[in-house]
């Protein structure tokens, strides 16, 4: 299995927006990006800390996942 990446949560929020997340409020460290998919609005919260840890990738990345096919992410993502 490849190893994840080291990433900031402005990294994250990046590499999101180029899957046509956007992001529409920030409270505190915390980010909320939006997608509309074609049949639900998509909502995830990224924390703007300068490093994630490896399980807060993970999760995001698991939950991104069901909006974009692992392949296309696994380049952003992984080593």
Known sequence: MPRLRRLSGLEVVGILRRFGFEVV???GSHIK???EGPTARQTLTIPAHPE???GTLRAIVR???RF???DDLRQHFYQ
């Open 52 to 54: 994630l840890d490896s």
């Open 33 to 35: 990006l939006r997608r």
């Open 25 to 27: 409020s920030q409270r």
């Open 63 to 65: 939950q991104v996942a």
């Open 68 to 70: 974009i096919p692992e």
